[in-house]
Nanobody, 118 residues
């Protein structure tokens, strides 16, 4: 059974930084696509960042240049370094991992709240 546990959320002032972590268990996900989505208050969930087995990454336009996704394959963990945070980054952040022969399955973490406010 896949389990994803996020940590690192909290309250930060505009311009500040946070680092989210997502630890996966239940299998080895060293080559599986993983990433982050977020859901701002009253809005739909949106893609933030993704990382693939070869290390290639992609980002939402709204976070390019400010957020960095990385992974530690040995620890089955994916990270999201968030810098220059803005109030509009306030959201619940969810990590995910794709699995299955064609990566057709998606498992989600429980989410971690990020609030950017002065």
């Amino acid at each position: 059974q896949v389990q994803l546990v996020e940590s690192g959320g909290g309250l930060v002032q505009p311009g500040g930084s946070l680092r989210l972590s997502c630890a996966a268990s239940g299998s080895s996900f060293s080559i599986n696509p993983m990433g982050w989505y977020r859901q701002p208050p009253g809005k739909q969930r949106e893609m933030v960042a993704a990382i693939r087995s070869g290390g290639s990454t992609n980002y939402a336009d709204s976070v390019k240049g400010r957020f960095t996704i990385s992974r530690d394959a040995a620890k089955n963990t994916v990270y999201l370094q968030m810098n220059s945070l803005k109030p509009e980054d306030t959201a619940v952040y969810y990590c995910y991992v794709r699995s299955g022969r064609y990566y057709q399955n998606t498992d989600w973490g429980q989410g971690t709240q990020v609030t950017v406010s002065s």
